[in-house]
């Protein structure tokens, strides 16, 4: 009943920037905490940064400073902002929300959503 389509990702010269975005639709009653995640060939999916629903954030040590997350809670969108890009934060990037559901008898579930992936490659 929910999707999120990420767009925004492709291949960049170190140094450069990209901005991600990706927008949840569907039975969205309301959405809680957003994250962006990213996975590296041969590598476990990592966290690069979060923003709840208040706007309070968090990032990875490895992005700290070149990344910004945010989000337009009435587009239901979120934003990763990524600049001074380095080879490595070439990965596939994910982004995910912790959504409250609504069911067509107005009853309300918590359920946790993935994008698709989009991949960042940032190389010369």
């Known amino acids: 009943q929910v999707q999120l389509v990420e767009s925004g990702g492709g291949l960049v010269q170190p140094g450069g920037s990209l901005r991600l975005s990706c927008a949840a639709s569907?039975?969205?009653?309301?959405?809680?905490?957003m994250g962006w995640y990213r996975q590296a060939p041969g590598k476990e999916r990592e966290l690069v940064a979060g923003?709840?629903?208040?706007?309070?954030?968090n990032y990875a040590d490895s992005v700290k400073g070149r990344f910004t997350i945010s989000r337009d809670n009435a587009k239901d969108t979120v934003y990763l902002q990524m600049n001074r890009l380095k080879p490595e934060d070439t990965a596939v990037y994910y982004c995910?929300?912790?959504?409250?559901?609504?069911?067509?008898?107005?009853?309300?579930?918590?359920?946790?959503?993935w994008g698709q992936g989009t991949q960042v490659t940032v190389s010369s």
């Open positions: 995910n929300a912790g959504v409250l559901v609504a069911r067509w008898d107005g009853s309300l579930y918590e359920a946790d959503y």
């Open positions: 569907g039975s969205i009653f309301s959405i809680n905490a």
């Open positions: 923003i709840t629903s208040g706007g309070s954030t």
